[in-house]
Structures are given as C-alpha cells and as structure tokens.
Nanobody, 126 residues
Framework: VQLQASGGGLVQAGGSLTLSCAASGRSFSRGVMGWFRQPPGKEREFVAGIIWDGGRSAVADSAKGRFTISRDKSQSMVHLHMGGVEPEDTATYFC????????????????????WGQGTQVTVSS
C-alpha cells in the first residue's frame, strides 16, 4: 500500500492550493485519512482529517476557516483545499491513513496513523 501526495508548490500569501493524496496497491482499510505538516525545524503537526467511510472531518485550529478536507471515494483520493494561505503554512505536507477498519474519532496524534506517504513541499511567499 502506498500513499502518494501531490500538488505542493510555491504560492503567494492569500492564495490557494489543493493537495491531493492517492492510494495505490492492495485494498486496505483506510479508517481515517489525515493531512499533517512539518515546518522547517519543527515537529510534525495535524492539519486535517476525514473518516473515510462516514465523511466526518476535522481541521486544526490553525487552519480552521481556511483549509478544508474532502475525499473522493470513486477515485480513492483525499484532497486538502488550502485557502488564504499564510507564510506560516510553509511546510512539508504529508498524507496518512490510520488503517483501522472502524473509525469513529479523528486522532490528532501522528502515532495513530500507520500508513504514510512521502511529503509534498508547500512554500508560501509573503
């Protein structure tokens, strides 16, 4: 099972960007799909998550009102829609899956996610 993140790049402050995460390989229980980010020199932090089957989502306070997460079950993809980006959003963004068969809660802890994709860099210029 592999997760492939894409869509990163350079964007001006106030602009928008959409990141996508595609799953490939054998079928697996996605559970919760999450987006995390790791700014330079800082720890990885939760950005947004969505329960694959139920569709309920959560967004970190730092991104609330600016970012949304969505899933496309037909394409097996998860998207992070980033709007009103700020220089503080500059980071490497990772998608992850909890891999749990039944998920009722969206964990903010990276240790709860078993499957990770490679990062995609987002740089916001001021």
């Amino acid at each position: 099972v592999q997760l492939q993140a894409s869509g990163g790049g350079l964007v001006q402050a106030g602009g928008s960007l959409t990141l996508s995460c595609a799953a490939s390989g054998r079928s697996f229980s996605r559970g919760v799909m999450g987006w995390f980010r790791q700014p330079p020199g800082k720890e990885r932090e939760f950005v947004a998550g969505i329960i694959w089957d139920g569709g309920r989502s959560a967004v970190a306070d730092s991104a609330k009102g600016r970012f949304t997460i969505s899933r496309d079950k037909s394409q097996s993809m998860v998207h992070l829609h980033m709007g009103g980006v700020e220089p503080e959003d500059t980071a490497t963004y990772f998608c992850a899956a909890s891999g749990t068969p039944v998920s009722r809660f969206i964990s903010l802890a990276s240790v709860k996610y078993a499957i990770w994709g490679q990062g995609t860099q987002v740089t916001v210029s001021s």
